[in-house]
Protein backbone atom coordinates (compact mmCIF):
# COMPACT_ATOMS: atom_id res chain seq x y z
CA UNK A 1 0.00 0.00 0.00
CA UNK A 2 1.39 3.43 -1.22
CA UNK A 3 1.57 6.18 1.12
CA UNK A 4 0.35 9.48 -0.25
CA UNK A 5 2.70 12.19 0.65
CA UNK A 6 1.75 15.09 3.12
CA UNK A 7 2.54 18.80 2.78
CA UNK A 8 4.37 20.00 5.95
CA UNK A 9 2.53 22.47 6.31
CA UNK A 10 -0.68 21.42 6.04
CA UNK A 11 -1.36 20.02 9.37
CA UNK A 12 -4.27 17.44 9.87
CA UNK A 13 -7.71 18.89 9.97
CA UNK A 14 -6.50 22.19 8.09
CA UNK A 15 -9.76 23.37 6.78
CA UNK A 16 -8.96 23.47 3.11
CA UNK A 17 -6.81 19.99 3.86
CA UNK A 18 -8.96 17.63 1.63
CA UNK A 19 -9.18 20.18 -1.60
CA UNK A 20 -5.07 20.74 -1.44
CA UNK A 21 -4.79 16.79 -1.48
CA UNK A 22 -7.49 16.22 -4.63
CA UNK A 23 -5.31 19.14 -6.18
CA UNK A 24 -2.00 17.04 -5.91
CA UNK A 25 -4.03 13.55 -6.58
CA UNK A 26 -5.03 15.40 -9.66
CA UNK A 27 -1.77 16.76 -10.43
CA UNK A 28 -2.94 20.28 -10.72
CA UNK A 29 -0.47 21.28 -7.80
CA UNK A 30 3.44 20.08 -7.02
CA UNK A 31 2.99 22.33 -4.28
CA UNK A 32 5.58 25.21 -3.65
CA UNK A 33 8.51 23.25 -2.49
CA UNK A 34 9.68 19.47 -2.85
CA UNK A 35 12.23 19.32 -0.36
CA UNK A 36 10.54 19.62 2.38
CA UNK A 37 7.02 18.90 0.67
CA UNK A 38 4.93 22.34 1.10
CA UNK A 39 1.95 23.76 -0.17
CA UNK A 40 2.28 27.10 1.34
CA UNK A 41 -1.60 27.29 1.90
CA UNK A 42 -1.29 30.91 3.31
CA UNK A 43 0.43 32.17 0.03
CA UNK A 44 -1.38 34.78 -2.80
CA UNK A 45 -2.06 33.18 -5.84
CA UNK A 46 -0.74 35.40 -8.53
CA UNK A 47 -2.17 35.78 -11.95
CA UNK A 48 1.00 33.27 -13.05
CA UNK A 49 -0.34 30.83 -10.99
CA UNK A 50 -3.76 30.81 -11.73
CA UNK A 51 -3.00 29.90 -15.37
CA UNK A 52 -1.52 26.96 -14.58
CA UNK A 53 -3.99 25.70 -12.30
CA UNK A 54 -6.61 26.56 -14.35
CA UNK A 55 -5.04 24.69 -17.56
CA UNK A 56 -4.50 22.04 -14.92
CA UNK A 57 -7.84 21.58 -14.19
CA UNK A 58 -9.17 21.52 -17.63
CA UNK A 59 -6.58 19.60 -19.39
CA UNK A 60 -5.63 17.68 -16.66
CA UNK A 61 -2.68 17.08 -14.32
CA UNK A 62 -0.20 16.26 -16.85
CA UNK A 63 -0.97 19.05 -19.49
CA UNK A 64 2.10 21.20 -20.88
CA UNK A 65 0.76 24.45 -23.03
CA UNK A 66 2.88 24.84 -26.00
CA UNK A 67 5.80 27.27 -26.43
CA UNK A 68 5.48 30.89 -25.42
CA UNK A 69 5.96 33.34 -28.71
CA UNK A 70 5.89 36.91 -26.10
CA UNK A 71 2.77 37.87 -26.65
CA UNK A 72 2.54 39.44 -23.34
CA UNK A 73 5.28 42.86 -22.93
CA UNK A 74 5.48 42.22 -19.58
CA UNK A 75 5.89 37.90 -19.59
CA UNK A 76 9.12 37.53 -21.88
CA UNK A 77 8.89 34.05 -24.16
CA UNK A 78 11.70 32.17 -21.43
CA UNK A 79 9.69 33.95 -18.10
CA UNK A 80 8.23 30.20 -16.91
CA UNK A 81 4.80 31.47 -16.69
CA UNK A 82 4.49 32.73 -20.23
CA UNK A 83 3.07 29.62 -22.12
CA UNK A 84 0.63 29.35 -19.13
CA UNK A 85 -0.46 33.08 -19.19
CA UNK A 86 -0.17 32.90 -23.34
CA UNK A 87 -2.50 29.89 -23.57
CA UNK A 88 -4.98 31.05 -21.26
CA UNK A 89 -5.55 34.00 -23.51
CA UNK A 90 -5.60 31.88 -26.42
CA UNK A 91 -8.65 30.14 -24.66
CA UNK A 92 -10.56 33.36 -24.18
CA UNK A 93 -10.51 32.50 -20.50
CA UNK A 94 -8.07 36.30 -20.02
CA UNK A 95 -7.98 39.30 -21.96
CA UNK A 96 -5.06 40.39 -20.06
CA UNK A 97 -4.27 43.19 -17.42
CA UNK A 98 -7.16 44.78 -16.89
CA UNK A 99 -5.11 48.38 -16.96
CA UNK A 100 -2.76 47.04 -20.04
CA UNK A 101 -3.99 44.92 -22.67
CA UNK A 102 -0.57 43.85 -23.96
CA UNK A 103 0.20 43.15 -20.34
CA UNK A 104 -0.78 40.18 -18.50
CA UNK A 105 0.60 41.01 -14.96
CA UNK A 106 2.06 37.98 -13.87
CA UNK A 107 2.98 39.05 -10.10
CA UNK A 108 -0.27 40.75 -9.47
CA UNK A 109 -2.65 38.30 -7.03
CA UNK A 110 -5.97 37.37 -7.92
CA UNK A 111 -8.84 39.05 -6.23
CA UNK A 112 -12.09 37.09 -5.50
CA UNK A 113 -13.74 39.58 -8.28
CA UNK A 114 -11.02 38.37 -11.03
CA UNK A 115 -11.58 34.68 -10.08
CA UNK A 116 -14.63 34.62 -10.47
CA UNK A 117 -14.71 35.37 -14.15
CA UNK A 118 -11.71 33.06 -14.44
CA UNK A 119 -13.54 30.08 -13.08
CA UNK A 120 -17.05 30.38 -15.28
CA UNK A 121 -14.59 30.96 -18.43
CA UNK A 122 -12.42 28.07 -17.72
CA UNK A 123 -15.48 26.20 -16.65
CA UNK A 124 -18.15 27.08 -19.63
CA UNK A 125 -15.23 27.97 -22.40
CA UNK A 126 -14.14 31.57 -23.22
CA UNK A 127 -16.74 32.99 -24.79
CA UNK A 128 -19.11 32.71 -21.58
CA UNK A 129 -20.98 35.45 -20.13
CA UNK A 130 -23.16 35.13 -17.14
CA UNK A 131 -26.85 36.09 -16.82
CA UNK A 132 -27.31 39.77 -15.98
CA UNK A 133 -26.75 40.75 -12.48
CA UNK A 134 -30.71 40.37 -10.39
CA UNK A 135 -29.32 41.15 -7.16
CA UNK A 136 -26.46 39.58 -5.14
CA UNK A 137 -27.07 37.13 -1.66
CA UNK A 138 -23.49 38.76 -0.99
CA UNK A 139 -24.52 42.37 0.91
CA UNK A 140 -21.31 43.70 -0.63
CA UNK A 141 -21.88 42.58 -4.26
CA UNK A 142 -23.96 45.67 -5.87
CA UNK A 143 -26.34 44.69 -9.11
CA UNK A 144 -24.18 47.58 -11.52
CA UNK A 145 -20.89 46.24 -10.10
CA UNK A 146 -18.45 44.69 -12.91
CA UNK A 147 -18.21 41.77 -11.61
CA UNK A 148 -21.89 40.90 -10.09
CA UNK A 149 -22.81 38.98 -13.04
CA UNK A 150 -20.03 36.69 -12.07
CA UNK A 151 -20.39 36.47 -9.05
CA UNK A 152 -24.06 35.52 -8.72
CA UNK A 153 -22.98 32.79 -11.28
CA UNK A 154 -20.87 31.26 -9.35
CA UNK A 155 -22.95 31.43 -5.97
CA UNK A 156 -25.65 29.67 -8.24
CA UNK A 157 -23.63 27.04 -9.52
CA UNK A 158 -22.45 26.17 -5.99
CA UNK A 159 -18.97 27.71 -6.40
CA UNK A 160 -18.76 30.34 -3.57
CA UNK A 161 -20.75 30.90 -0.37
CA UNK A 162 -20.27 33.51 1.53
CA UNK A 163 -16.69 34.62 3.17
CA UNK A 164 -18.07 35.89 6.30
CA UNK A 165 -21.39 34.82 8.39
CA UNK A 166 -24.42 36.83 8.64
CA UNK A 167 -24.88 39.13 6.66
CA UNK A 168 -23.72 37.30 3.92
CA UNK A 169 -20.65 38.59 2.04
CA UNK A 170 -18.42 38.10 -1.06
CA UNK A 171 -15.42 39.87 -0.11
CA UNK A 172 -14.78 40.78 -3.92
CA UNK A 173 -11.66 42.51 -2.89
CA UNK A 174 -9.61 39.40 -0.95
CA UNK A 175 -6.61 38.23 -2.30
CA UNK A 176 -7.40 34.54 -3.14
CA UNK A 177 -4.85 32.17 -0.90
CA UNK A 178 -3.84 28.78 -2.44
CA UNK A 179 -6.11 27.15 0.28
CA UNK A 180 -9.10 28.37 -1.05
CA UNK A 181 -8.22 28.77 -4.83
CA UNK A 182 -7.89 24.99 -4.29
CA UNK A 183 -11.82 24.91 -2.86
CA UNK A 184 -12.56 26.98 -5.48
CA UNK A 185 -11.10 24.77 -7.86
CA UNK A 186 -12.32 21.18 -6.25
CA UNK A 187 -15.81 23.01 -6.39
CA UNK A 188 -15.43 23.99 -9.67
CA UNK A 189 -14.43 20.89 -11.81
CA UNK A 190 -16.05 18.31 -9.20
CA UNK A 191 -12.51 17.17 -8.73
Not at 98 to 114: G, H
Not at 163 to 174: E, S, V
Request: hydrophobic fraction near 40%; aromatic fraction near 10%.
Amino acid sequence: CEVQPKFADVPPGHWAEEAIYKLYDAGITKGCSQEPLLYCPDRDVSRAAMAVFLLRSIKGGNYTPPAATGQFTDLPASHWAAPWAEQLYTEGITKGCPDCQDCYCPDKPVNKAAMAVFLLRSIHGGSYTPPLATGSVFTDVDENDWFAPWVEQLQAEGITESCLGDPQRYCPDKIVSKAAMAVFLVRAFAL
